[in-house]
């Protein structure tokens, strides 16, 4: 293998750690986020976890490309049913909070302390 080649699978090496790295503390974050605002309405965050749904690029408020991640979380507000909900981060940021209601309606929240 030429000195180029392995230059190249270095870079790629630290460009998909460093992608696994981001991803990690992104949905760290995003859980604190789902567990906080589960809380605020007095409803319990199902299975302390956030599953990945989609992966995009989007521009952050200085004009960079970062990536765009929603998560889904599931919660309960009985411990009957099982209620969905989302958040959507822009990097590190939140960018929205789906929750939806018992009869059915979505609430929005745009997370202002992000």
């Known amino acids: 293998m030429s000195n180029l080649g392995v230059l190249f699978a270095l870079i790629a090496l630290v460009l998909i750690v460093w992608f696994w790295a981001d991803s990690l503390r992104t949905r760290e974050h995003a859980l604190r986020v789902c567990s906080r605002a589960c809380k605020q309405i007095n ?4 299975d302390e976890t956030v599953a990945l749904r989609r992966l995009s690029v989007a521009r952050n408020a200085e004009g960079n490309a970062v990536w765009r991640r929603t998560y889904r979380f599931e919660y309960t507000v009985d411990g009957d049913q099982r209620l969905r909900g989302s958040v959507i981060m822009r990097g ?16 929005f929240e745009e997370d202002k302390s992000a």
């Open 43 to 46: 409803t319990q965050l199902l």
């Open 92 to 107: 590190q940021n939140v960018e929205t909070i789906a929750i939806q209601s018992p009869d059915g309606a979505t609430q």
